[in-house]
Nanobody, 123 residues
Framework: VQLQASGGGLVQVGGSLRLSCVASGRTDRVYAMAWFRQAPGQEREFVSTISWSGDGTDYGDSMKGRFIISRDKSKNTAYLQMTSLKPEDTAVYYC?????????????????WGQGTQVTVSS
């Protein structure tokens, strides 16, 4: 399974971005999908996860109300719509996928990882 993240870029404070993560290869092994992020000098942080059905979602505390995760199973793609962006959202955003239909906030719950896409929020 390969995960390709895209959609990052430079945006001003208060702006929006939509990230995409496309799964390819043995996508029959991909169920729950998620986003994590890592800022320079910091540990990787949970952002959001979505279940295989799409009905179950969860968010990190600082993302609630600003980020929305969704998926299109027909396209093997997960999305992260980010709004009201802040400078502290600046990070490399990684998508991840699990062989489980539902996964949580911990990195070890995910089996596959993408290469990351840079999001920079300027003030």
């Amino acid at each position: 399974v390969q995960l390709q993240a895209s959609g990052g870029g430079l945006v001003q404070v208060g702006g929006s971005l939509r990230l995409s993560c496309v799964a390819s290869g043995r996508t029959d092994r991909v169920y729950a999908m998620a986003w994590f992020r890592q800022a320079p000098g910091q540990e990787r942080e949970f952002v959001s996860t979505i279940s295989w059905s799409g009905d179950g979602t969860d968010y990190g505390d600082s993302m609630k109300g600003r980020f929305i995760i969704s998926r299109d199973k027909s396209k093997n793609t997960a999305y992260l719509q980010m709004t009201s962006l802040k400078p502290e959202d600046t990070a490399v955003y990684y998508c991840a996928a699990s062989r489980g239909v539902l996964a949580g906030k911990r990195e070890f719950e995910y089996d596959y990882w993408g290469q990351g896409t840079q999001v920079t929020v300027s003030s």
